[in-house]
């Protein structure tokens, strides 16, 4: 259905979309949408370098004469 649209479909859609919310409101939808994405990537880095920090402060806690026989 979306493989028929082609450019000038959606400059028509644009078009429709600043006419009904105007410039302002996308403008500032947009911006929105750009924290949104922001603090998404924050979260996802923050949250790796916990994983990390938790991964390096892991011990071995398998006894001496168990690591021989593996």
Known sequence: MLNNIGLPGLLLIAVVV??????????SLMGEVG???TAFKKGVDDS??????????AKDVTPADEKDKA
């Open 48 to 57: 790796k370098t916990e994983l990390e920090d938790s991964l390096e402060s």
């Open 35 to 37: 924290k949104g994405i």
């Open 18 to 27: 600043l006419v009904l919310f105007g410039r302002g409101k996308i403008s």
